[in-house]
């Protein structure tokens, strides 16, 4: 799954795009009327719920590093994913004025 090309690094980037949206409306519609919390606390919580359960649990062991990057040779690769998914999950708490 990795490759140098950089076609393959547009069609990472798109899709992690698209994907950032959808996962926004999905928070946007189950998460926030449902859980009394407040929203940048709801945010980070679904960014880091993300990190784990899509980006450590699914798409990295894809790419050969194993759950949350084990095979990278250290803690670096997981606590950067989780930090900047609960940066991205506390600009969308943020950010997010819906009723």
């Given amino acids: 799954m990795v490759s140098d090309r950089p076609s393959a690094w547009l069609l990472g980037f798109a899709s992690h795009l698209v994907n950032s949206i959808l996962l926004v409306l999905v928070w ?11 929203r940048p606390l ?14 450590g649990g699914l798409i990295v062991p894809l790419s050969g590093l194993g759950f949350m990057g084990r095979k990278a040779g250290g803690p670096r690769f997981a606590v950067t994913t989780l930090l900047l998914h609960a940066l991205w999950g506390l600009a969308i708490g943020l950010l997010y004025t819906g009723s």
Wanted: charged share 0%; glycine share 8%.
């Fill in 42 to 55: 709801m945010g980070i919580a679904w960014g880091v719920f993300l990190a784990v359960a899509l980006a």
């Fill in 28 to 38: 946007a519609m189950l998460i926030v009327p449902n859980l009394p919390w407040p």
